[in-house]
């Protein structure tokens, strides 16, 4: 018998210290320093120290979780720099405020924001683009690395319900991985009682097209699944390159109080998908359109998808930086089992299969397994060096575990504060990975920062692993929730810090203040705006109650750090454009007044006089054309063209 299929009443045993371990930890509270090994003091500080003026030497992305938000901070130093909005309105940048934003986030003010993943090639972040999940409404987004901003937001994806098994890339950016936390009946508009779920609620496993040259991405393929949760996953790499990944757990197809009615096999599933057989089969025809999608039904299409058995409850599946390996680990049980992708294959062309489900083979475990590391209790997460190692995060004993690839042997390890989740090394996700640093990504905090009330935030702690011995250098803390991170090299990233006037291909953009003016056109009033140190051009703008406000604003700076905002009083406006930008914002002038705009971000010595007014005119008061303060000394109207 395999240490996979232990006796059920040991499963039952973790699962109870998981949940003492949780309740202990909640009854320590506030304490005023938790247990945890240091490194020699001054060695931390210098390690983590970066002079004023200097700058660190990795950039770290930090998923926000239902902020909506992607964080950005820098390694070592774990100082926050930036906030990237992507599923939610940032009015620190004007995100979701502006006619193009706030058409891309749709109907949604928030999202549920989990794996970021940066795109690759060959194996290795290009530094291109960032791709991010939104678990909660089934969504992806990308994020251009040129400027930090979200670009796309592609979603709600077809059939898939709860986007967490996403947005893991493959390795020259082909796909974004996807699938379903929350098995549900496919279409989304089926409907099917709670008590059919074992045969008419299901899965979906899907990749997400990327165009490789814009980033640009559109549904590629989905597989319809068991009703399962698929948790994370992970794309082949080297001689695994073609092949996709995810852990799942509830392979009792359960319901009601999971965490007893889940949790009664001795095993679940990492689901093995052959991409590039998807690939094909849409390509031959072999998929039925749901939903707008094109699914392949696994059991009229076999050799596609297969099914591993994996310890109890998993959560990761995370392949080698050779390839040659996938690494799974289940919460419930205290190892971690190494598959071998050349045993998965010989496996697969002998039929070496322990049954299926829903006509999906599943093969034997015995014939794939490679090795069977006891890392420790709850093991969560997997990342890789630049030394053969392995780190696993330790949800119950809240501790990291780092032991050798090939040998498979735990050489050390150390506690975390508190209940670690994932774990983030240095481009630990490519075929490089560059070593020297992990992050711990704890889910809580206690005692090891001063009180903010109820609401604490989480802990980021980083660890060095240069040496022989794993060194905590620091702690940070973080906005709620962070799930994942990657870190990349400063170098690999060119972002641009000024929008250049010959790259801005808007039509509505102007460069001139006499190219400032108001037009209307019956009820809509369109106005083309400069912003410049320290005016808007123009800045006086007449309209009729009712009438539609459009205004195109373009900052014609060419200089770094010269943002302008465009805030306007009583009608929830801000918009932030950066040097050469232009950005649009349209509202409906709904009430009668004079209401001032001003710029929203600090520009210059005369920041406060940057300013103007919007003159709306009461309904029965006599309409008169839209008019604009004139350029120039000489002040007058700007008669509004038909």
Same mark, same amino acid.
């Given at each position: 018998? $395999?240490?996979?299929?232990?006796?059920?009443?040991?499963?039952?045993?973790? @699962?109870?210290?998981?949940?003492?371990?949780?309740?202990?930890?909640?009854?320590?509270?506030?304490?005023?320093?938790?247990?945890?090994?240091?490194?020699?003091?001054?060695?931390?500080?210098?390690?983590?120290?970066? &002079?004023?003026?200097?700058?660190?030497?990795?950039?770290?992305?930090?998923?926000?979780?239902?902020?909506?938000?992607?964080?950005?901070?820098?390694?070592?130093?774990?100082?926050?720099?930036? $906030?990237? +909005?992507?599923?939610?309105?940032?009015?620190?940048?004007?995100?979701?405020?502006?006619?193009?934003?706030?058409?891309?986030?749709?109907?949604?003010?928030?999202?549920?924001?989990?794996?970021?993943?940066?795109?690759?090639?060959?194996?290795?972040?290009?530094?291109?683009?960032?791709? !991010?999940?939104?678990?909660?409404?089934?969504?992806?987004?990308?994020?251009?690395?040129?400027?930090?901003?979200?670009?796309?937001?592609? *979603? +709600?994806?077809?059939?898939?319900?709860?986007?967490?098994?996403?947005?893991?890339?493959?390795?020259?950016?082909?796909?974004?991985?996807?699938?379903?936390?929350?098995? @549900?009946?496919?279409?989304?508009?089926?409907?099917? +009682?709670?008590?059919?779920?074992?045969?008419?609620?299901?899965?979906?496993? &899907?990749?997400?097209?990327?165009?490789?040259?814009?980033?640009?991405?559109?549904?590629?393929?989905?597989?319809?699944? +068991?009703?399962?949760?698929?948790?994370?996953?992970?794309?082949?790499?080297?001689?695994?390159?073609?092949?996709?990944?995810?852990?799942?757990?509830?392979?009792?197809?359960?319901?009601?109080?999971?965490?007893?009615?889940?949790?009664?096999?001795?095993?679940?599933?990492?689901?093995?998908?052959?991409?590039?057989?998807?690939?094909?089969?849409?390509?031959?025809?072999?998929?039925?359109?749901?939903?707008?999608?094109?699914?392949?039904?696994?059991?009229?299409?076999?050799?596609?998808?297969?099914?591993?058995?994996?310890?109890?409850?998993?959560?990761?599946?995370?392949?080698?930086?050779?390839?040659?390996?996938? =690494?799974?680990?289940?919460?419930?049980?205290?190892?971690?089992?190494?598959?071998?992708?050349?045993?998965?294959?010989?496996?697969?062309?002998?039929?070496?299969?322990?049954?299926?489900?829903? *006509?999906?083979?599943?093969?034997?475990?015995?014939?794939?397994?490679?090795?069977?590391?006891? !890392?420790?209790?709850?093991?969560?997460?997997?990342?890789?060096?630049?030394? *053969?190692?392995?780190?696993?995060?330790?949800?119950?004993?809240?501790?990291?575990?780092?032991?050798?690839?090939?040998?498979?042997?735990?050489?050390?390890?150390?506690?975390?504060?508190?209940?670690?989740?994932?774990?983030?090394? @240095?481009?630990?996700?490519?075929?490089?990975?560059?070593?020297?640093?992990?992050?711990?990504?704890?889910?809580?905090?206690? *005692?090891?920062?001063?009180?903010?009330?109820?609401?604490?935030?989480?802990?980021?702690?980083?660890?060095?692993?240069?040496?022989?011995?794993?060194?905590?250098?620091?702690?940070?803390?973080?906005?709620?929730?962070?799930?994942?991170?990657?870190?990349?090299?400063?170098?690999?990233?060119?972002?641009?810090? =000024?929008?250049?006037?010959?790259?801005?291909?808007?039509?509505?953009?102007?460069?001139?203040?006499?190219? @400032?003016? =108001?037009?209307?056109?019956?009820?809509?009033?369109?106005?083309?705006?400069?912003?410049?140190?320290?005016?808007?051009?123009?800045?006086?703008?007449?309209?009729?109650?009712?009438?539609? !406000?459009?205004?195109?604003?373009?900052?014609?700076?060419? $200089? $770094?750090?010269?943002?302008?905002?465009?805030?306007?009083?009583?009608?929830?406006?801000?918009?932030?454009?950066?040097?050469?930008?232009?950005?649009?914002?349209?509202?409906?002038?709904?009430?009668?007044? !004079?209401?001032?705009?001003?710029?929203?971000?600090?520009?210059?010595?005369?920041?406060?006089?940057?300013?103007?007014?919007?003159?709306?005119?009461?309904?029965?008061?006599?309409?008169?054309?839209?008019?604009?303060?004139?350029?120039?000394?000489?002040?007058?109207?700007?008669? &509004?063209?038909?």
């Amino acid at each position: 018998m $395999t240490t996979i299929r232990k006796n059920r009443w040991i499963t039952a045993a973790l @699962a109870l210290f998981v949940a003492v371990a949780i309740l202990g930890t909640a009854c320590r509270g506030r304490r005023k320093r938790a247990a945890v090994q240091r490194g020699d003091v001054s060695e931390a500080a210098v390690s983590t120290y970066v &002079a004023p003026g200097d700058l660190d030497e990795f950039y770290l992305f930090s998923s926000g979780g239902h902020s909506g938000n992607i964080y950005v901070a820098g390694v070592p130093s774990m100082r926050h720099i930036a $906030t990237i +909005p992507v599923f939610t309105p940032y009015p620190g940048t004007g995100y979701g405020f502006d006619k193009e934003t706030r058409e891309m986030l749709g109907r949604y003010t928030w999202g549920d924001v989990h794996h970021p993943s940066i795109s690759q090639t060959n194996g290795d972040y290009d530094g291109r683009w960032m791709f !991010v999940n939104d678990n909660a409404n089934n969504r992806v987004a990308r994020v251009d690395l040129r400027d930090f901003k979200t670009k796309q937001i592609l *979603g +709600p994806l077809p059939n898939v319900s709860g986007n967490h098994g996403s947005s893991f890339v493959t390795p020259n950016t082909e796909y974004i991985l996807s699938a379903s936390r929350f098995s @549900a009946p496919v279409p989304r508009s089926a409907y099917a +009682p709670i008590e059919q779920y074992a045969t008419e609620y299901k899965g979906i496993v &899907a990749g997400v097209k990327v165009d490789p040259q814009s980033g640009n991405m559109s549904m590629g393929w989905e597989i319809v699944m +068991p009703p399962f949760n698929y948790d994370l996953g992970s794309a082949g790499k080297g001689p695994s390159n073609g092949w996709a990944f995810w852990t799942s757990y509830n392979a009792e197809r359960a319901t009601g109080k999971l965490e007893v009615t889940s949790t009664q096999k001795d095993r679940d599933y990492v689901a093995a998908v052959n991409w590039k057989a998807a690939e094909k089969a849409i390509a031959d025809g072999k998929y039925k359109t749901i939903d707008g999608a094109k699914v392949i039904d696994p059991k009229v299409t076999p050799g596609v998808v297969w099914l591993m058995p994996c310890a109890k409850s998993p959560h990761g599946a995370d392949v080698t930086p050779d390839g040659k390996y996938i =690494v799974c680990s289940g919460k419930l049980q205290s190892i971690t089992t190494v598959y071998s992708f050349d045993k998965i294959q010989n496996a697969i062309q002998k039929q070496d299969y322990a049954g299926n489900e829903d *006509g999906i083979p599943v093969i034997r475990y015995d014939a794939i397994k490679e090795a069977e590391v006891n !890392v420790g209790l709850g093991p969560l997460h997997t990342q890789y060096d630049d030394q *053969g190692y392995a780190y696993t995060s330790l949800f119950v004993e809240s501790a990291v575990a780092k032991w050798k690839l090939g040998t498979w042997e735990v050489v050390d390890k150390i506690p975390v504060s508190y209940n670690i989740g994932h774990l983030c090394a @240095a481009e630990g996700d490519t075929m490089h990975p560059k070593g020297k640093y992990l992050i711990a990504l704890n889910k809580l905090s206690h *005692g090891r920062h001063i009180s903010v009330g109820p609401s604490q935030p989480e802990a980021s702690q980083l660890i060095g692993i240069s040496g022989e011995k794993m060194k905590l250098l620091y702690d940070a803390f973080t906005e709620p929730e962070p799930h994942y991170a990657q870190m990349i090299k400063v170098e690999t990233l060119k972002p641009i810090e =000024v929008y250049p006037k010959e790259a801005n291909k808007n039509p509505n953009a102007i460069w001139d203040i006499k190219d @400032a003016k =108001v037009n209307r056109s019956g009820n809509n009033v369109t106005v083309k705006m400069i912003a410049v140190r320290s005016s808007f051009e123009p800045n006086r703008i007449e309209v009729n109650q009712g009438d539609h !406000v459009t205004v195109h604003l373009t900052n014609i700076e060419q $200089t $770094t750090d010269e943002l302008h905002g465009w805030g306007l009083v009583d009608y929830d406006i801000n918009i932030v454009v950066d040097p050469g930008e232009t950005k649009t914002v349209e509202f409906v002038a709904d009430k009668p007044g !004079v209401y001032a705009y001003y710029c929203t971000n600090f520009c210059s010595a005369l920041h406060q006089e940057m300013q103007g007014y919007l003159l709306v005119k009461p309904r029965g008061a006599g309409a008169t054309p839209a008019t604009a303060g004139a350029p120039g000394p000489n002040r007058g109207k700007l008669t &509004a063209s038909k």
